[in-house]
T-cell receptor, first 115, second 108 residues
Framework: EAGVAQSPRYKIIEKRQSVAFWCNPI?????LYWYQQILGQGPKLLIQ????????DSQLPKDRFSAERLKGVDSTLKIQPAKLEDSAVYLC?????????????FGSGTRLTVV | RKEVEQDPGPFNVPEGATVAFNCTYS??????FFWYRQDCRKEPKLLMS???SGNEDGRFTAQLNRASQYISLLIRDSKLSDSATYLC?????????FGAGTTVTVRA
């Protein structure tokens, strides 16, 4: 079974620029998550999709972050404009069910550095 | 109060030693519990689920105490390859909440 694919692996941008990340979940996984992991902290949920609908985006800074999953498969997360504090690893994960009763599988992440 | 709190460590132990650490969670309605392992600059990977009766997976033993709202992980006969950050994970209604992790370093 192919894992969760993410790209790019690394990105360096200047503050106030925009950036986009892409995620392709495991085939057949209806639930997709975007997490932000700042150095020294645990992953923090930004947004959760069930198919192409948003289940939870309560911790997504909506003034600068946006995400979509138009066809219920792959997803993009965008930051515009970026701030220094957005430097983090952005992890995408997927699970077969919304309940995530068996945990879920993460992609290798995109490491973002904002300078 | 954070949803999941862990002792960050680090726990520095020699090969062959036993190391144990806990985490506490704030939501008494939490339904499922997990330990994830995260190697340096890698993504978190599921290590094991934690069941109410306690469970083992090889050298790893997980315990859950719902009354006190804490979860523990014990590693027996530590190997160099066990060096990692261990993330305590708690499932609420439909999402997983992660602790900041406990760092374990096993030395030769």
């Amino acid at each position: 079974e192919a894992g969760v694919a993410q790209s790019p692996r690394y990105k360096i941008i200047e503050k106030r620029q925009s950036v986009a990340f892409w995620c392709n979940p495991i085939s057949g996984h209806a639930t997709l998550y975007w997490y932000q992991q700042i150095l020294g902290q645990g992953p923090k949920l930004l947004i959760q999709f069930q198919n192409n609908g948003v289940v939870d985006d309560s911790q997504l800074p909506k003034d600068r972050f946006s995400a979509e999953r138009l066809k219920g498969v792959d997803s993009t997360l965008k930051i515009q404009p970026a701030k220094l504090e957005d430097s983090a690893v952005y992890l995408c994960a997927s699970s077969y069910t919304q309940g995530a009763d068996y945990g879920y599988t993460f992609g290798s992440g995109t490491r973002l550095t904002v300078v | 109060r954070k949803e999941v709190e862990q002792d960050p460590g680090p726990f520095n132990v020699p090969e062959g030693a036993t190391v144990a650490f806990n985490c506490t969670y704030s939501n008494s309605a939490s339904q499922s519990f997990f330990w994830y392992r995260q190697d340096c600059r890698k993504e978190p990977k599921l290590l094991m689920s934690v069941y109410s009766s306690g469970n083992e997976d090889g050298r790893f033993t997980a315990q859950l105490n719902r009354a006190s709202q804490y979860i523990s992980l014990l590693i027996r006969d530590s190997k160099l390859s066990d060096s990692a950050t261990y993330l305590c994970v708690v499932k609420g209604d439909y999402k997983l909440s992660f602790g900041a992790g406990t760092t374990v370093t096993v030395r030769a």
